[in-house]
């Protein structure tokens, strides 16, 4: 646990996490998560379907499902670190809400989030076994007028949980590469560190565009995953120096496009 007295000491930096929707494709299910600031908007997350039926929504019992999902005013993010964050089985789950990390006045009213996460399900209606790809973009990347040449994506954490059911928390975690060489285990390495209190080396962004990017194969009928995901600034990280202009904005892109399933 890092003592919060060591975070403060940081000039407080911070970001408006913005998500927005991209030019529709021709694809059997396409999820836009639009991370918006406080004065820009909501969160979206929109499905389309083809020939294949999958359903998103934000609980198991898909009492929600739906093919579109809002939520307003997403507050701006400080820099945090790592062993601050809750456990993970407060995180994911969908008992908590995108305001699980959220920083709070006396009157608990919402000033701004450590911590930006969103659990979702995709699960098949179907009676079609299904396949689909899954990445998680940059669309755009707008660093202001910031005199301090700080990239924001160079300190922000993803991770990313993928699990069946709710006892489960299995998550890979990924962040930019790092500019400063590190020697593990006699090798030299431009992965970052989680954190300055956990060594475990990240997964390098997939490119300049995407930060992470997989296929989910045979999505058998009556299957449901949980997915949720975990964003953060992480204070702790060599390249965190200076302060980002206000105007400063990240938009984050996941699409998923589904299809039928082939052997």
């Known amino acids: 646990m890092v003592d919060l007295a060591y975070v403060k000491k940081r000039k407080r930096k911070k970001i408006t996490i913005l998500v927005s929707s991209i030019s529709a494709v021709v694809v059997a299910v396409f999820v836009i998560l639009s991370f918006l600031g406080r004065n820009l908007g909501s969160f979206?997350?929109?499905?389309?379907?083809?020939?294949?039926?999958?359903?998103?929504?934000e609980k198991s019992n898909l009492e929600d499902s739906t093919s579109f999902l809002r939520i307003a005013d997403i507050p701006t993010m400080d820099t945090y670190t790592y062993g601050m964050i809750d456990k993970d089985s407060e995180v994911d789950s969908e008992a908590t809400d995108y305001l699980k990390g959220a920083q709070r006045n006396i009157k608990g009213e919402v000033t701004s989030l450590n911590y930006l996460k969103y659990t979702f399900f995709i699960t098949n209606t179907g009676t079609t076994s299904a396949t689909y790809d899954f990445s998680l973009n940059f669309l755009d990347?707008?660093?202001?007028?910031?005199?301090?040449?700080?990239?924001?994506?160079?300190?922000?954490?993803?991770?990313l949980y993928s699990n069946t059911d709710s006892d489960s928390h299995n998550a890979a975690i990924y962040a930019n590469k790092g500019k400063n060489v590190k020697v593990v285990d006699g090798q030299e390495t431009f992965n970052e560190y989680v954190s300055d209190t956990n060594k475990q080396l990240c997964t390098n962004f997939a490119d300049e565009d995407t930060v992470l990017k997989f296929k989910y194969e045979n999505f058998k009928s009556g299957e449901q995953i949980r997915y949720t995901v975990l964003i953060w600034l992480e204070g702790s990280?060599?390249?965190c120096t200076g302060t980002p202009a206000s105007d400063t904005k990240i938009r984050l892109g996941i699409d998923i496009n589904a299809y039928e399933y082939q052997e």
């Open 44 to 57: 979206t997350v929109n499905l389309n379907r083809s020939n294949v039926s999958l359903a998103l929504s």
């Open 141 to 159: 990347n707008e660093d202001g007028s910031n005199v301090d040449n700080q990239a924001i994506k160079d300190i922000m954490r993803v991770k």
């Open 237 to 239: 990280d060599p390249e």
